[in-house]
């Protein structure tokens, strides 16, 4: 079911996904350890974060650690762990004096007990504030998160608390998405993927089926302020149709 014109009328949009690629290639193309490379993007994720809460976005998510990432170098994914225990253990504390809300999506099994803690503990730290929304995507994929909810539907009818006999397309959509990780936030508005390639690596596949992409040729150190301006600048210039046509919009908001 396509999202309500009206809901989507405004020029900035209310949720930006962003998929950070590129630290790597750009470490090595200063002749740096690829170590240097994470802890730059880190670095931009923050300035990313502080510009996005300026310019008062609802909810911003970035893609951290994918569920195939656990493949990379035993030495790059500890790296990034430890890294990720450096975010909880102070970036956490920004976030919350800044007023803004810390989510974690995806699937966090595979964490150690003190970083699942900490997940835990971020998440009520900041639950109470009022300002945007950062949803950090962890050991987490689109096709895990769609199967991990059909799991819980089958679970559902499987209890009786669900009729298949019954089920319709907009009562599955329903029953459904409920299960999708942060169905209670808007659904995406903006895609960004920086790092030249273009495609999507399996991020936030039902919560972005209306989308609009961005695809940025820089690296995601490279990434600032002002590149995401320019991405939200091209946003402000595109007409979301939602399945309908340029004329029924136009009149729509005649």
Do not use: C
Not at 11 to 29: F, Y
Not at 39 to 56: F, M, P, T, Y
Not at 91 to 114: I, T, W, Y
């Amino acid at each position: 079911m396509a999202p309500d014109i009206d809901s989507h009328s405004g020029k900035l949009p209310k949720h930006i996904a962003i998929i950070m690629d590129g630290n790597n290639r750009w470490a090595k193309a200063k002749g740096l350890m690829g170590g240097a490379g994470h802890k730059a993007g880190e670095s931009a994720l923050q300035a990313i974060v502080e510009h996005a809460a300026r310019r008062q976005i609802d909810v911003l998510t970035v893609f951290a650690f994918s569920s195939e990432n656990w493949r990379r170098p035993e030495q790059e994914v500890g790296l990034l762990m430890r890294l990720f225990v450096h975010a909880l253990d102070k970036r956490v504390a920004e976030l919350h004096k800044n007023n803004l809300r810390v989510r974690f999506m995806g699937d966090r099994q595979r964490f150690s007990p003190l970083l699942q803690q900490g997940m835990v503990n971020a998440e009520q730290k900041t639950a109470a504030n009022t300002g945007m929304t950062l949803v950090i995507a962890v050991s987490y994929g689109g096709q895990w998160d769609m199967a991990h909810a059909a799991y819980q539907l089958a679970l559902q009818v499987q209890q009786g608390q669900i009729n298949p006999q019954a089920m319709s397309f907009e009562n599955f959509q329903q029953y459904y998405q409920q299960h999708i990780q942060i169905h209670d936030l808007p659904p995406v508005d903006l895609l960004i993927r920086t790092g030249g390639d273009l495609r999507i690596s399996n991020f936030l596949l039902w919560q972005a089926a209306y989308a609009e992409y961005y695809f940025s040729d820089l690296l995601w150190p490279d990434f600032n302020e002002s590149a995401l301006d320019t991405a939200l600048q091209e946003y402000a210039q595109r007409q979301r149709r939602f399945g309908r046509t340029s004329a029924q919009v136009e009149a729509h908001h005649a």
